[in-house]
């Protein structure tokens, strides 16, 4: 229920494909991008869950891949959505690199740089039955999904 304890290659791997490009977008954040005004309740929820979801995908080994079942397309699933993660970042990195370019829908899914890889955690979560994972995943999400809607709203009102 709460996940055996051991090293995670597959949430290394998860981690990687999160932490790069953001990386990469730190050193050139798009013209007019502040996190001034952000909502502080907000705040606490994505850093709490950034920690806890980082450290459950690191400290649980029940992510990693195991024999093949119908259960183990929960881990596909949760894949396939990083690698949508990776492409938006792709699109992003060729596109002009403005706030309405950061805070895009992809295939249908809005705000797709916040949505995708909470999603894909918790997908991640599921595959691996891990309880902790799911709680953090759900905090990130509150707080994560909450701000980018909150800059988004601000972008569509200066528009």
């Known amino acids: 229920m709460f996940g055996n304890l051991g090293f995670s290659y597959t949430g290394l791997l998860f981690l990687l494909m999160l932490f790069i490009p953001n990386i990469i977008w730190s050193k050139g954040k798009p013209q007019g991008y502040t996190s001034e005004k952000e909502n502080k309740i907000l705040l606490f929820f994505e850093r709490l869950g950034q920690i806890l979801t980082s450290c459950c995908s690191l400290i649980f080994s029940d992510f990693n891949i195991h024999?093949?079942?119908l259960w183990s397309l929960w881990l596909i699933a949760?894949?396939?959505l990083m690698i949508m993660y990776e492409a938006w970042w792709v699109r992003y990195f060729r596109s002009e690199r403005?706030?309405?370019d950061?805070?895009?829908d992809f295939l249908g899914i809005p705000l797709a740089g916040a949505t995708l890889p909470?999603?894909?955690f918790f997908m991640l979560g599921i595959y691996g039955k891990?309880?902790?994972m799911l709680i953090a995943?759900?905090?990130l999400g509150i707080g994560h999904i909450g701000i980018h809607m909150q800059h988004r709203k601000r972008i569509d009102i200066a528009e």
Request: a positive charge.
């Open 102 to 104: 950061f805070y895009s």
């Open 137 to 139: 995943t759900v905090i």
């Open 98 to 100: 403005k706030l309405s």
């Open 130 to 132: 891990v309880v902790c």
């Open 78 to 80: 949760a894949f396939l």
């Open 118 to 120: 909470v999603i894909a």
């Open 67 to 69: 024999k093949w079942t």
